[in-house]
RNA sequence: GCCCGGGUGGCGAAAUCGGCAGACGCAACGGACUUAAAAUCCGUUUUCCGGCAACGGGAGUGCGGGUUCAAGUCCCGCCCUGGGCACCA
């Protein structure tokens, strides 16, 4: 047959006409296979696909193929995380409504995902914009109420005395606003909703270890670990004098409290409030605006005393009572005792300000350097001195709690999550402020709070829903007077936190999804993503997860079995792609020029998916290469009257095709590293061209096959047309992966290598399994090991079968 | 400062269990084809030394030690680099 010309414009289209049909990547809901969820992160719809979509969703669409071909029932659903600031910051500067922004972005990416090839289960495809899904957002934080796991307090906000509006931390750029960048941002204190994810603390961090390890990367477990931050100590009330009031403080050193020489309070604690002068307020006010203020780098420790003192439960000593910057008011209690001879932060302030250094810990076996802040031996400490630092911490423990000033106790470093946002584009918090009855819960049966269309983008007051007196102004649900609706809008991780269980009934109008399918497709057996998402998305759907699970919703306690982080796409420069550096390459452009095929197999070739990659458009080339001389191969031997062949080609030829299927099934299987997997493509391809003319007809009828199919996860266009032009039937991404013989992988002969004291002097071809004696004596009888072995005396002979003879000579 | 990665040719990388370092690709150079160019195909390409040559020999995976018959791979101590957290008591 003639060898036909590779037009991937034409072949893409084609396909892309047959692959409409809805039903092509559903899962079957009657299998009886294993199933297999596979979940890549759903895009924010910013309109144009950037290269680490292409290369998430690549890597995603290759595991999804594959596991088909494996035989799972596979589900592999996509979405849009449509709630968000871009499009109402449009909106601001007077673009389109947001929601029609939103929608004409959403079809545009759609159409270039359609293009690239991904083989998504649209009729899955939900939207977090559309009240059909964002009712059960609301559904959620109404449960969440209920259980206690949403209040509200006061929390400070970025504030824009210019705009004379909140700000989200995206439009604070270096401390000033996004439309005034001379304007410095203040805060602001508001009321605000927030969840209790600190109930979860301990659960998702013991499930780290005891769920997670190994299953997600190491990297991602570090962060949750530490943005989590459990701490082990001891609270310990200190009394003031006089008054007689409380000054509770966190500390995991207890064992060091006989050398607290003072005590700190955060500037913003209520106490330091009360003991300070006007002047003393005047200087607490200006750290608490320096720190809001705070530039990169370091703050300089800054103090002052209250002229208040207070008495160590444990020495009995008075103390002075200071307040410090550096004491957080949101960590621990917001006040602490200072050990400046076992803490460095300490040991800077009293330092600083001439208070006095009492050292109560000695080293084990070393010199003494002050601040010293390892364990050690406890002295100058009344009954304790003596015991190490660990007895000292239980005995001191068992006191406070016996004695009433105190008790063990754990802090975490995770605060509640605050889900308010002055913003229109979000998922409105269903609440209603009623004058009489406070704040009242809207009854599920109203459901959703829509967002109103008609609402005005001035970028300035209020959020355009508090400006809007058809949203706001409503009964209230209790007794029926003028009341107002919640202005505030939910955070957008609120949306992403759950959507992957949406997906398993994404039309559901009765509940946010029927547990029997959770149960069926959960946990989601591949979570793939980017790894700036590692704490705040992975750890709020975390929480979720256990949140529905104590909803009695779902049983699984962790959404995501495994996860993938894929690296980054750089420039050319080596640096993240990015509008502002102009090293931003527009992947359809790629596809105009390349075909999505070759991008696809591209950013899976450049470097292993968990790496980091750069984007050298000469190298593109390349795979195009590749392509083509797989086309070629393929088009011109599909019905060529090859007969009967060389056998000895033959068998070279399906040596390489078996191990090149061994290599890619264990890649799949172990490391994805697709990297590797299409180098020994393009090694197959290799050998193949090299004995193409002496290929047997029968050979050939194995090899074309198999080569399609091995090709299809990464380029699907090009398999589906060759494995059409075979004359086969059925979508080849539908086939069974092709199976390996090992015994068919063998070479003839082992190809051993001779060393002399572990340098390659020279090789011997040798029948597979033969004894060792025989080897060594070959070996030394071998004239290229000779000139190195003469006149040396042999020590040793290390012989690995079929591999290896090392002689060790003197 | 603390916690993770990473360091291998001109470049992206490979070596999965301690056993031939540099697979595969890019780029570059040489050749074939062509009036010419592009495309394509073939060849060379870690580095140094010797040789007209086929070839032979030495060095080499950030640096310094160590274990081993054998180390890119394991151990100890450094250096550089990317990322995350950063006054968390």
Not at 379 to 408: D, I, P, V
Not at 474 to 485: D, H, M, S, Y
Not at 560 to 586: C, E, H, I, P
């Amino acid at each position: 047959m003639e060898e036909k010309v590779y037009d991937h414009n034409q072949i893409e289209l084609k396909w892309q006409e047959r692959w409409k049909d809805a039903q092509l990547y559903r899962a079957d809901p009657s299998s009886a296979a294993p199933k297999y969820y596979v979940v890549e992160m759903l895009p924010y719809p910013s309109g144009r696909l950037h290269m680490g979509h292409v290369r998430n969703y690549s890597i995603g669409d290759a595991l999804a193929r594959y596991m088909w071909m494996r035989g799972y029932n596979v589900q592999h659903p996509m979405g849009w995380d449509a709630f968000g600031l871009p499009a109402e910051n449009a909106a601001i500067k007077g673009g389109a409504h947001p929601r029609d922004w939103t929608i004409a972005r959403i079809a545009e990416m759609t159409r270039q995902m359609n293009r690239m090839g991904f083989a998504y289960d649209w009729s899955l495809e939900i939207t977090t914009c559309e009240p059909e899904y964002y009712r059960w957002n609301q559904w959620f934080f109404l449960k969440m109420l209920e259980r206690g796991l949403a209040y509200r307090k006061r929390a400070l906000v970025n504030w824009c005395p210019e705009c004379g509006t909140v700000l989200a931390n995206e439009q604070v750029v270096n401390g000033c606003c996004w439309r005034h960048e001379t304007t410095q941002v203040e805060q602001r204190a508001l009321e605000q909703w927030f969840w209790k994810i600190t109930d979860y603390a301990d659960e998702l961090l013991r499930d780290i270890d005891e769920k997670l390890e190994g299953a997600w990367p190491d990297r991602v477990l570090a962060m949750q670990r530490n943005w989590i931050g459990k701490s082990v100590g001891s609270e310990i009330d200190f009394t003031l004098e006089g008054s007689g009031e409380k000054i509770r403080v966190f500390t995991t050193r207890v064992d060091t409290i006989y050398g607290a020489t003072c005590m700190i309070l955060a500037p913003e604690h209520p106490l330091a409030q009360k003991l300070l002068d006007e002047a003393g307020r005047v200087r607490a006010k200006e750290m608490i605006d320096a720190r809001a203020n705070k530039g990169p780098g370091d703050v300089v420790k800054d103090g002052a005393p209250t002229g208040a003192f207070a008495i160590n439960p444990y020495s009995g000593l008075k103390v002075p009572v200071w307040i410090g910057n550096f004491v957080l008011m949101d960590y621990g209690t917001g006040a602490i005792m200072a050990v400046p001879a076992h803490d460095e932060r300490d040991f800077e302030f009293c330092t600083t300000f001439g208070l006095p250094i009492v050292p109560v810990i000695r080293p084990v076996d070393t010199e003494r350097n002050l601040p010293f802040c390892d364990d050690g031996i406890v002295e100058n400490s009344g009954e304790y001195s003596g015991l190490t630092s660990a007895e000292a911490r239980r005995k001191m423990n068992e006191r406070a709690e016996r004695e009433g000033f105190g008790k063990a106790a754990i802090t975490f470093r995770i605060k509640d999550w605050g889900i308010s946002r002055q913003r229109y584009w979000g998922t409105p918090i269903p609440v209603i402020h009623c004058p009489k009855c406070g704040v009242v819960p809207v009854p599920e049966k109203d459901l959703p709070v829509e967002l109103p269309y008609d609402v005005k983008f001035t970028g300035k007051g209020r959020s355009p829903l508090a400006e809007n007196p058809e949203f706001m102004n409503v009964k209230c649900p209790q007794c029926g007077e003028n009341a107002q609706r919640e202005s505030d809008t939910m955070d957008t991780f609120v949306d992403s936190s759950w959507y992957f269980y949406r997906y398993c009934d994404p039309h559901n109008d009765k509940a946010p999804f029927d547990s029997a399918k959770i149960a069926k497709w959960f946990e989601i057996d591949q979570y793939i993503g980017g790894v700036t998402h590692a704490i705040l998305h992975l750890i709020y759907s975390r929480f979720f997860t256990k949140v529905m699970r104590d909803l009695g919703l779902i049983a699984n306690d962790e959404p995501a079995a495994n996860l993938f982080t894929q690296g980054m796409v750089l420039g050319n420069d080596g640096t993240a792609m990015s509008k502002s550096k102009g090293n931003v390459v527009d992947p359809e452009e790629m596809m105009d020029k390349y075909g999505a095929d070759t991008c696809r197999l591209f950013v899976l070739f450049a470097a292993p998916p968990e790496k980091d990659m750069p984007w050298i458009e000469a190298s593109v080339g390349g795979q195009r290469r590749f392509l083509e001389r797989v086309w070629k191969f393929v088009t011109r031997n599909v019905g060529r009257d090859a007969g009967t062949g060389d056998p000895a080609a033959d068998r070279r030829a399906l040596r390489k095709l078996h191990r090149t299927i061994h290599k890619m099934t264990d890649d799949f299987s172990n490391r994805w590293h697709f990297n590797t997997s299409i180098a020994a493509l393009m090694e197959l391809i290799n050998t193949l061209t090299e004995e193409e003319a002496s290929l047997s007809r029968r050979a050939l009828d194995q090899i074309l096959p198999s080569l399609v199919l091995l090709l299809g996860p990464f380029a699907p266009y090009i398999a589906e047309e060759l494995w059409e032009q075979l004359g086969r039937t059925g979508p080849a991404f539908k086939q069974p992966w092709p199976a390996f013989d090992e015994s068919l992988e063998k070479e003839d002969a082992a190809d051993v290598v001779l060393q002399v004291n572990g340098k390659v002097r020279g090789r011997i071809s040798m029948p597979f399994g033969a004894p060792k004696e025989e080897l060594e004596r070959l070996a030394l009888a071998d004239p290229k090991t000779q000139a190195s072995i003469t006149g040396k005396q042999v020590v040793k002979v290390i012989v690995v079968p079929d591999k290896l003879v090392n002689i060790v000579v003197k």
